[in-house]
Nanobody
């Protein structure tokens, strides 16, 4: 059974930084691309970032490009999201997800290709 557990969320002032982690188990982590999504109160879930199974390719939503960086450590079965220059509009619950396609070269922003999801971690950015 796949388990994804996010951590690292919290309260931060605008302009600050946070680093989210997502620890994976129950799957051969190094074979799968990973994604980050978020959902703010009253809004639909939206794509944030994705990283290929090798870590060599990344893909970002326009709203976070240049501020957020996805990375992974396949030896630790963990994917990260470094978030810099945070804005109040980044406030949301952040979820990590595992791509259901092994060895997919192209990181994907479509939530439908992600078959396993974590429970999320809250990020709150104060103005």
């Amino acid at each position: 059974q796949v388990q994804l557990v996010e951590s690292g969320g919290g309260l931060v002032q605008a302009g600050g930084s946070l680093r989210l982690s997502c620890a994976a188990s129950g799957l051969t982590f190094r074979r799968y691309g990973m994604g980050w999504f978020r959902q703010a109160p009253g809004k639909e879930r939206e794509f944030v970032a994705a990283i290929s199974w090798t870590g060599g390719s990344t893909y970002y939503a326009d709203s976070v490009k240049g501020r957020f960086t996805a990375s992974r450590d396949n030896a630790k079965n963990t994917v990260y999201l470094q978030m810099n220059s945070l804005k109040p509009e980044d406030t949301a619950v952040y979820y990590c997800a595992a791509d259901s396609r092994p060895y997919a070269d192209t990181p994907h922003g479509d939530a439908r290709v992600f078959g396993s999801w974590g429970r999320g971690t809250q990020v709150t950015v104060s103005s």
